[in-house]
């Protein structure tokens, strides 16, 4: 079993920046495939960012691409959501998740989630 923890959430102005990280416990994440999703008040959760288990190939959903970039320290059993430029509509829960399958899609662990808000 992988258990995650996310941290680093909080209330932000528009235009600043957060780092969420993902720390895992149980077992090591260095075969993971690993992922950040949010969710907003009445829609549903929405993939934002996924990263390979060595960091080698790296995925964005369009509206974050080129604010939000992905990490990960294996060796720290952590990945990381750098968050820059942030807008209003990036208010949501985010949780992040992982996974041993090969697709992007499909997740087996999910952490309990951060809030993250971002005032105009």
């Known amino acids: 079993q992988v258990q995650l923890a996310e941290s680093g959430g909080g209330l932000v102005q528009a235009g600043g920046s957060l780092r969420l990280s993902c720390a895992a416990s149980g077992r090591s994440i260095s075969n993971y495939r690993m992922g950040w999703f949010r969710q907003a008040p009445g829609k549903e959760r929405e993939f934002v960012s996924g990263i390979t288990w060595n960091g080698g190939v790296t995925r964005y959903a369009d509206s974050v691409k080129g604010r939000f970039t992905i990490s990960r320290d294996n060796a720290k059993n952590t990945v990381y959501l750098q968050m820059n430029n942030l807008k209003p509509e990036d208010t949501a829960v985010y949780y992040c998740?992982?996974?041993?399958?090969?697709?992007?899609?499909?997740?087996?662990?999910w952490g309990q989630g951060t809030q993250v808000t971002v005032s105009s």
């Open positions: 998740a992982a996974t041993i399958r090969a697709g992007w899609d499909e997740y087996d662990y």
